[in-house]
């Protein structure tokens, strides 16, 4: 698929209409959050946490039941918020979460405020290395920082997948050289661990087929549409094909 579109492509009302409709924005789980978690150590109460790219905040309420901290939840798209607003008021929750529309490169966080940083399946629209410079300086020394990336997890792999991979994500790297960028950008390697295959089949592919019918029907004869929910399927296909040659990785570092 060549000439294949990127997600930046698409309508941004279609794709905030479509995966309002989905848990998860991106591949992981409840129980990968939690473990990453276990490598976090010194938050209390009064931590300050931030959740950047949270999407409709899946992620976030695990983080806020599983810590003492006061979480503010960013996404560039406002439905998105509204969904991780209502939620954290659903949950009770309110008073520790909270969501506002906000973009990834223009956080509205002081010097050293931070605990910690988080960031599942989005740190991409920016990039890793540029992620760790920029976001360092929002978090206290010491802080924590955790990041999930989709990497190379072999040092050969098919032409076919890398070049699906290099169109949709030029920086994917290898795990040795994300670990390595890591470092250099002024951060101690706490844990690295590869996301299990049902991160990727039942709590991502799998919820997205009933919707992906749903919106071929609501939106039949529409080219963008079509275009889109092929370009989900092939993600799909491509994972099954290729799943040993790449993966989505959590990084968490703390800040020297």
Known sequence: MEN?????????????????KLKRQGIGSPEMTIKALSFIDGLTEKSKIAD????????TMVIAQNTRGNITAIDNLP????IVNDNAKAANLQTRVYGIAG??????FGSEELDLIWCEGAVYNIGFER???EWKKFLKKSGFIAITDASWI???????IEDYWVHHYPEITTIANNVSVMQKSGYIPV??????DNCWTDNYFAPQIPIQEEFLKKYSGNKTVEEFIEGCRHEEEMYHKYKDYYGYIFY????C
Do not use: H, N, W
């Open 103 to 108: 973009s990834m490169d223009k956080l509205p």
């Open 154 to 160: 072999t040092e050969e792999r098919p032409q076919e």
């Open 4 to 20: 294949e579109k990127t997600i930046y492509e698409f309508d941004m009302a279609l794709i905030s209409e479509y995966y309002s």
């Open 52 to 59: 950047i790219g949270c999407g409709t905040g899946g992620q």
């Open 191 to 196: 844990s690295v661990f590869i996301m299990p």
């Open 252 to 255: 968490i570092g703390r800040k």
């Open 131 to 133: 992620g760790l410079i």
């Open 79 to 82: 439905d998105f918020i509204t």
